[in-house]
């Protein structure tokens, strides 16, 4: 380590990549204490009275770190979403250090907390609520396009144990880094070679029966080659690199199709668990006619956790779903639900 920087702690998040493949790996220490509701019960609270030991519920705000973000604004009035840093990051605000393997892992690491109540779905919150939601996150996320040391930025949920959420109150992630993962690279690579290429995705979802619905210049299409049954993404109908730049009709619509295909999904998978993670363009400060961001749709992806993912989709990377594309959007469709048409 480099002498002209203070020796890092233990718990500094660190990035590493694997020597043949480049593929990044965080190394969080921080995250293997992370508590999860049945500890927390046990320690402070009857498990039936999560008033007495969640850290999301209104009421105990001094169990997590200070807001950055709220709604409303006005600390006065009692808040409907507001978001916290981590405090269990993958992330750290330093600068790129050397530490032992890799380096720091810089960025911004925040928790969304979606309700004041100790709601378990976001099907629990009104309508108008859960669109503060998508509001804060959006502002969170102009935030940190502004962040010279960050490169990329997203949003992520995980729904249920399966998706790997240890707190049911419901809530989201958001994650900033100052590299571009791979996922996005890849996609990138593929804009490069063919600017059409969202376009394209979505011309053959419409023609080939895979659309689910649309609203307000949104598409809800199940892909081509989904990784599970039902998987299915939310995508911009325009060119529209960032969700943090989008109008405000584009993020009711995104509040309402998101509430939408959830109601779904309970049709036609009932308790399902699922993850969601949005895929914005990286960011482009000094490239402002880069053509691969001017040619990027902002889309949300939606896996539902049917089936584990085992040794052949880990060690391959190729997955095994037991429907088709067209039959998933079918059953979907037919789930029928508010918020799309």
Not at 110 to 138: F, K, Y
Not at 304 to 315: H, K, Q, T, Y
């Amino acid at each position: 380590m480099s002498t002209d920087h203070p020796a890092a702690s233990p718990t500094t998040p660190r990035l590493c990549l694997d020597p043949v493949t480049g593929r990044p790996a965080f190394v969080a220490p921080q995250r293997s204490g992370k508590p999860d509701d049945e500890a927390l019960a046990k320690r402070l609270g009857p498990a039936g009275r999560p008033l007495q030991w969640c850290p999301f519920c209104a009421g105990n705000e001094s169990r997590t770190p200070q807001s950055v973000l709220r709604i409303p604004a006005d600390a006065a009035l009692p808040w409907r979403a507001r978001i916290v840093p981590n405090a269990f990051p993958i992330t750290t605000a330093a600068a790129a250090f050397p530490v032992g393997e890799g380096r720091e892992a810089v960025g911004l690491h925040d928790v969304v907390i979606e309700s004041p109540r100790h709601d378990r779905s976001i099907l629990d919150l009104a309508a108008d609520a859960w669109e503060d939601v998508w509001t804060i996150c959006q502002r969170r996320l102009a935030t940190a396009a502004e962040m010279e040391r960050l490169a990329w930025a997203t949003i992520f949920k995980n729904s249920g144990a399966r998706a790997g959420a240890s707190l049911e109150h419901v809530h989201s992630q958001i994650v900033g880094i100052d590299v571009i993962p791979p996922a996005i690279a890849a996609e990138a690579a593929t804009i490069a070679r063919d600017a059409a290429t969202f376009p394209r995705v979505i011309d053959a979802a419409r023609s080939e029966g895979r659309v689910v619905g649309e609203r307000d210049g949104l598409v809800v299409l199940v892909p081509p080659a989904p990784r599970q049954p039902f998987e299915t993404w939310i995508m911009t109908t325009a060119r529209e690199p960032h969700l943090h730049t989008a109008a405000p009709a584009r993020v009711a619509a995104l509040a309402s199709l998101t509430r939408d295909l959830v109601r779904r999904l309970g049709h036609v998978a009932p308790g399902c668990h699922y993850n969601w993670w949005l895929h914005a363009a990286p960011f482009a400060r000094t490239r402002d006619h880069d053509p691969v961001v001017a040619a990027w749709h902002w889309h949300l992806e939606v896996l539902p956790r049917l089936s584990e993912l085992a040794g052949f989709e880990i060690g391959t990377g190729c997955h095994i779903t037991t429907r088709s594309a067209e039959e998933s959007a079918r059953l979907l469709r037919e789930a029928g639900g508010s918020g799309a048409s």
